[in-house]
């Protein structure tokens, strides 16, 4: 199946041809009254009679299987003309994209070519590259559910044609029921494995409203964790999975606790946790406003959870919260969850014309002080970079899958606290369709030149409050108060704006702080409102920079001497005779 | 039993039964199925909507004639019916009735009069 082949069909005609069954069928149904009036009177006897009534029963059968085969074409079309509409929808979409980005999509293999000279720009190459990847996943994934629902109405139709349905049924409305349960299709056509945002966003808008719903309700694991379903279905089905997921968890505990301790020992506080973590959940969604589970994992270590508050599907603005050390749904969801809801009161009052989401991504294994205990210098401590570089592709394809599902982009920032800070710069490497990346009291972006990330030039923002140790730690790269192309945002008190000083590490997303406000003024896009850093460098802040300063020197004498070396080379080498070099 | 109303209900049947065969005769669902080929050129359902609507277009007509044939037959049975009935009606009148029914052979014989 092609690009060429999907364009030819056309189902506005099938759904005319589905009408038309529609109504043969009818016609058909409402000669019952005949066929009633056709059978032969009870008190009419004999061998002839016996006759009759035998004759009028298979006559009745007969056209009884024909109105439920009617009735089951006309509902496998009706489903097929839906599933075909809907790939349409989303390959018209995709190609209509393609043309007005300067891609070209041959109609014959499927190919997405970028038509336009490589960018200077690597971000922009990199935006390239994603919308290309999007195009083509679209336009895979528009063939696959047409394709798919060919075959499938096929299949019914071949059925009809045999004549293996068996209807059981007497009366002829009895017979259009019965028709249209055995065409309705189960859902053969589960989410693709291993693709990405934009495959399983356009495998989602190829099933049918009714489909989707039973997705939802029937196989919530389909969609519950899956980056490119839209928000409101990941939601649905994640309630639905909570209360199967709880049980599981208990059912487990009661398992283990029935082993000896040292078969046991930890993992039942483990599950504990998760227990506890999915109370925490089911209290905040309970809390008012809207909120939305976008994800739930208890697979991991800890127990992932992606939260939001506001509809994330249509929000103007969407901002991705990622917390660090110690943070976990069971300790610290119900306050990040707050802290959520002051942020987006505070991005209301700035910008009250557009609409704000906010989502509190716990979809890694933030490091905890057991790791650090265990191993200071295992891959569990949160001096280890390694939890933050497992867990960034998963952020990335969160962030890449909002834009995916929905129909226009938002404008998206990404905000990480301490080693969430690190989290999301190495998320920010791989292409997400950021439009903000904002680091609170982060030891290090993951880079030394901001050019590896891929957040527009001048959206970069650090934020770091006084006497805060970690951001001055320097851990894992440079910090991000001394690298070029980070915007340094204030932490400071603004009495004439009513804002209120942080200090240390922790307090960042306090309520009516200089820092708040700055996250919101990204958050929402207001550039104008943000207040840049007034504070003075401190001891430690001096001391990174010398460090740095002298690391810069260090590399300088190198390449210096490395270029005296090269020339003292070339100058001897030109003192020998010709022949001998 | 009423014997007038089992034949004309037989023929009202029969008369039903070629009304069901007529408008089953002007219901052309094959054609709604042949249309999906220009729906969906080159398709898997293509081939076989058409395959289906040519063995519905043959089962519908088939029908029709057998429903017609029925009802024609249940007509012919109502007749028949009617006739039976009025052959017995009429063969009945030409019988005379019993000189002697069965019940008063024993008050004659106990010493009654005989006509």
Same mark, same amino acid.
């Given at each position: 199946m092609n690009v060429a082949g999907l364009l030819a069909w056309r189902a506005e005609l099938l759904e005319e041809s589905v009408t038309g069954l529609v109504v043969s069928g009818r016609r058909l149904v409402d000669l019952q009254d005949e066929i009633d009036l056709g059978a032969v009177p009870p008190d009419w006897v004999g061998g002839d009679a016996e006759a009759a009534r035998h004759n009028h029963g298979l006559l009745v059968g007969e056209l009884v299987d024909l109105v439920a085969e009617v009735s089951a074409a006309s509902r496998a079309l009706a489903q097929a003309a839906d599933s075909i509409a809907r790939a349409r929808g989303v390959l018209d979409d995709a190609l209509q994209v393609a043309a007005h980005s300067g891609f070209m999509v041959d109609?014959?293999?499927n190919a997405v070519r970028d038509v336009r000279p490589p960018s200077e720009d690597p971000h922009q190459r990199a935006d390239r590259d994603r919308l290309r990847t999007e195009i083509a996943d679209h336009v895979e994934q528009s063939l696959r559910t047409a394709r798919h629902a060919d075959l499938e109405v096929a299949v019914v139709l071949d059925q009809l044609l045999r004549g +293996?349905?068996?209807?059981?049924?007497?009366?002829l409305q009895d017979a259009v029921t019965a028709g249209a349960d055995l065409a309705t299709r189960p859902i053969r056509l589960p989410p693709p494995v291993s693709a990405g945002p934009g495959d399983q966003f356009a495998w989602w808008q190829g099933l049918t409203g009714e489909e989707q719903q039973r997705v939802v309700d029937d196989f919530p694991g389909w969609v519950g964790n899956v980056d490119g379903v839209p928000a409101w279905a990941r939601d649905a089905a994640n309630r639905n999975r909570l209360p199967d997921l709880r049980a599981a968890l208990v059912a487990e505990v009661v398992r283990l606790s029935r082993r000896p301790f040292g078969l046991r020992e930890g993992r039942i506080d483990g599950l504990l946790k998760k227990i506890s973590g999915l109370d925490r959940v089911l209290a905040a969604l309970r809390r008012p406003g809207t909120r939305q589970l976008l994800a739930l994992d208890a697979n991991s270590r800890e127990l992932h959870v992606v939260l939001a508050q506001g509809d994330v599907d249509t929000a103007d603005n969407v901002t991705v919260l990622t917390h660090g050390f110690t943070s976990s749904v069971d300790d610290t969801l119900l306050r990040a969850d707050d802290e959520m809801t002051h942020l987006r009161d505070r991005a209301d009052a700035l910008d009250p014309a557009t609409t704000h989401a906010t989502v509190l991504w716990m979809g890694y294994d933030a490091p905890q002080i057991d790791g650090l205990l265990a191993d200071p210098f295992g891959s569990e401590s949160v001096l280890s970079d390694d939890l933050a570089r497992a867990a960034a592709p998963g952020l990335a394809a969160y962030l890449n899958g909002i834009d995916a599902s929905r129909g226009e982009d938002p404008h998206l920032t990404n905000a990480g606290h301490s080693y969430g800070g690190l989290t999301a710069g190495l998320s920010a490497?791989?292409? +997400?369709?950021?439009d903000e990346l904002v680091v609170l009291g982060a030891p290090s972006l993951g880079v030394d030149d901001v050019g590896d990330l891929d957040v527009p030039a001048g959206h970069l923002y650090s934020v770091e409050a006084d006497h805060d140790l970690v951001a001055d730690s320097g851990f894992f790269g440079p910090d991000p108060t001394h690298l070029e192309g980070v915007r340094q945002l204030d932490t400071a008190a603004h009495d004439d704006l009513g804002l209120g000083e942080v200090t240390g590490h922790t307090s960042y997303f306090t309520d009516a702080s200089t820092s708040q406000h700055n996250l919101a003024a990204v958050a929402t896009g207001q550039h104008d409102l943000l207040i840049d850093t007034t504070r003075e460098p401190e001891v430690t802040d001096e001391l990174r920079h010398l460090l740095q300063h002298g690391q810069d020197l260090v590399g300088e004498v190198d390449a210096t001497l490395a270029g005296l070396g090269d020339r003292m080379r070339d100058e001897a080498l030109d003192l020998l005779p010709r022949r001998w070099r | 039993m009423d014997i007038e109303v089992v034949p004309d209900r037989v023929r009202l049947a029969g008369q039903a039964m070629g009304e069901a065969a007529y408008g089953v005769g002007r219901v052309t669902p094959y054609d709604d199925l042949s249309e999906v080929g220009t729906a969906l050129p080159g398709s898997t359902t293509a081939a076989a909507a058409e395959a289906l609507a040519a063995r519905w277009r043959v089962a519908m007509a088939n029908w029709a004639r057998a429903t017609e044939v029925h009802g024609e037959a249940l007509a012919v049975g109502a007749e028949d019916y009617r006739a039976l009935e009025s052959a017995v009606v009429g063969l009945l009148a030409l019988t005379p009735p019993n000189p002697r029914p069965i019940h008063h052979r024993d008050s004659r014989a106990a010493g009654g009069a005989a006509a």
């Amino acid at each position: 199946m092609n690009v060429a082949g999907l364009l030819a069909w056309r189902a506005e005609l099938l759904e005319e041809s589905v009408t038309g069954l529609v109504v043969s069928g009818r016609r058909l149904v409402d000669l019952q009254d005949e066929i009633d009036l056709g059978a032969v009177p009870p008190d009419w006897v004999g061998g002839d009679a016996e006759a009759a009534r035998h004759n009028h029963g298979l006559l009745v059968g007969e056209l009884v299987d024909l109105v439920a085969e009617v009735s089951a074409a006309s509902r496998a079309l009706a489903q097929a003309a839906d599933s075909i509409a809907r790939a349409r929808g989303v390959l018209d979409d995709a190609l209509q994209v393609a043309a007005h980005s300067g891609f070209m999509v041959d109609s014959r293999s499927n190919a997405v070519r970028d038509v336009r000279p490589p960018s200077e720009d690597p971000h922009q190459r990199a935006d390239r590259d994603r919308l290309r990847t999007e195009i083509a996943d679209h336009v895979e994934q528009s063939l696959r559910t047409a394709r798919h629902a060919d075959l499938e109405v096929a299949v019914v139709l071949d059925q009809l044609l045999r004549g +293996t349905f068996d209807v059981g049924a007497r009366r002829l409305q009895d017979a259009v029921t019965a028709g249209a349960d055995l065409a309705t299709r189960p859902i053969r056509l589960p989410p693709p494995v291993s693709a990405g945002p934009g495959d399983q966003f356009a495998w989602w808008q190829g099933l049918t409203g009714e489909e989707q719903q039973r997705v939802v309700d029937d196989f919530p694991g389909w969609v519950g964790n899956v980056d490119g379903v839209p928000a409101w279905a990941r939601d649905a089905a994640n309630r639905n999975r909570l209360p199967d997921l709880r049980a599981a968890l208990v059912a487990e505990v009661v398992r283990l606790s029935r082993r000896p301790f040292g078969l046991r020992e930890g993992r039942i506080d483990g599950l504990l946790k998760k227990i506890s973590g999915l109370d925490r959940v089911l209290a905040a969604l309970r809390r008012p406003g809207t909120r939305q589970l976008l994800a739930l994992d208890a697979n991991s270590r800890e127990l992932h959870v992606v939260l939001a508050q506001g509809d994330v599907d249509t929000a103007d603005n969407v901002t991705v919260l990622t917390h660090g050390f110690t943070s976990s749904v069971d300790d610290t969801l119900l306050r990040a969850d707050d802290e959520m809801t002051h942020l987006r009161d505070r991005a209301d009052a700035l910008d009250p014309a557009t609409t704000h989401a906010t989502v509190l991504w716990m979809g890694y294994d933030a490091p905890q002080i057991d790791g650090l205990l265990a191993d200071p210098f295992g891959s569990e401590s949160v001096l280890s970079d390694d939890l933050a570089r497992a867990a960034a592709p998963g952020l990335a394809a969160y962030l890449n899958g909002i834009d995916a599902s929905r129909g226009e982009d938002p404008h998206l920032t990404n905000a990480g606290h301490s080693y969430g800070g690190l989290t999301a710069g190495l998320s920010a490497q791989d292409s +997400t369709g950021l439009d903000e990346l904002v680091v609170l009291g982060a030891p290090s972006l993951g880079v030394d030149d901001v050019g590896d990330l891929d957040v527009p030039a001048g959206h970069l923002y650090s934020v770091e409050a006084d006497h805060d140790l970690v951001a001055d730690s320097g851990f894992f790269g440079p910090d991000p108060t001394h690298l070029e192309g980070v915007r340094q945002l204030d932490t400071a008190a603004h009495d004439d704006l009513g804002l209120g000083e942080v200090t240390g590490h922790t307090s960042y997303f306090t309520d009516a702080s200089t820092s708040q406000h700055n996250l919101a003024a990204v958050a929402t896009g207001q550039h104008d409102l943000l207040i840049d850093t007034t504070r003075e460098p401190e001891v430690t802040d001096e001391l990174r920079h010398l460090l740095q300063h002298g690391q810069d020197l260090v590399g300088e004498v190198d390449a210096t001497l490395a270029g005296l070396g090269d020339r003292m080379r070339d100058e001897a080498l030109d003192l020998l005779p010709r022949r001998w070099r | 039993m009423d014997i007038e109303v089992v034949p004309d209900r037989v023929r009202l049947a029969g008369q039903a039964m070629g009304e069901a065969a007529y408008g089953v005769g002007r219901v052309t669902p094959y054609d709604d199925l042949s249309e999906v080929g220009t729906a969906l050129p080159g398709s898997t359902t293509a081939a076989a909507a058409e395959a289906l609507a040519a063995r519905w277009r043959v089962a519908m007509a088939n029908w029709a004639r057998a429903t017609e044939v029925h009802g024609e037959a249940l007509a012919v049975g109502a007749e028949d019916y009617r006739a039976l009935e009025s052959a017995v009606v009429g063969l009945l009148a030409l019988t005379p009735p019993n000189p002697r029914p069965i019940h008063h052979r024993d008050s004659r014989a106990a010493g009654g009069a005989a006509a």
